[in-house]
């Protein structure tokens, strides 16, 4: 099963001194379902934009290495990748500092018919996973692009995958909650954090609401809590259950264990588990992730897993 994923990585600056690494939420689970698809026949590709410099450069080679396909890739001159600083306190607490205005995943879709659109036009690839992040990059014509993809990839008997991941410093709530209205009609899994569906939508039962918009499955993340798995929700009977989280021996880094735990469960659903073999995966994987520092952990660490 061939998956692209869309989004941007940036360049990571983190630890004592300071270490240059590459992360973003859509690239770090495209790297984690690498690692675990292997033995499951699921192939990766990863589409952004990034510059023609040095640092675009071994970005490229690094997800090469994670055998991540990077045809979708688009090179623009003139731009550079986004970058982000990450603080963390002695608590595990994170402060991250971005720079990213104008980054090069952001001109993804401005210039001449990109390689996902013509991907998606030759209808080769089964799956398509996006982030809220995905889409709040963008400029406005971009993401009308993007949906209008999104309807062509469903029409072709594609799937979607959609990550809720919101941040207030990219765009409001208003206009998150437009663009994921948007979009959640094509998806058949949306990955979600309570956190987040409350920042978005407030005070509302989000499996209901995402039901009601058409979307066929949704886990909901709360924090150390179980998981909360809605499956087969366009039939007269869905399922609903609770999946206990893994609890891990030491926090030192949180980032990225909701890229994680999407990555885990993806692999498992893909591969035929159920929901609840699913979403353990995903808490095994994110527990693993939790107790390492930087967005992207050695691949030895998740062994077991792989």
Known sequence: MKIAFFGECMIELSGQPLQRTFGGDTLNTALYLSRLGGSRELVVSYATALGIDKISHDMMESWQAEQIDT?????????????????????????????????????????DYSPLEQAIDENRIDGLYISGISLAILAEE?????????EKHKKNGGKLFFYNNFRSQLWTSKQAQYWYSQVL???????????????VWGDIDVVEHYRQLGCHEVVVRQGRESCKVATRLQ???PDYFYVVANQPERVV??????DAF???????????????????????????VIQHPGAIIPSGAMKELM
């Open 262 to 288: 999407a990555a885990g469960y993806l692999a498992s659903r893909l591969d035929g588990g159920t929901g609840s073999a699913a979403a353990e995966l995903g808490h095994q994987l994110a527990s693993i």
């Open 71 to 111: 045809q979708m890739v688009r090179k623009l001159e003139n731009k550079l990748p986004g970058l982000y600083l990450v603080e963390t306190e002695p608590n595990g607490e994170r402060h991250i500092h971005y720079w990213r205005n104008d980054s090069a995943a952001k001109f993804y879709f401005s210039a």
């Open 185 to 199: 009609p094509f998806a058949d899994i949306a990955l979600s954090s309570e956190e987040d569906d409350r920042l």
């Open 253 to 258: 880094d949180p980032c990225a264990i909701g």
């Open 142 to 150: 971009s993401k009308a692009i993007l949906i209008t993809l999104l």
């Open 235 to 237: 039939t007269l009977q």
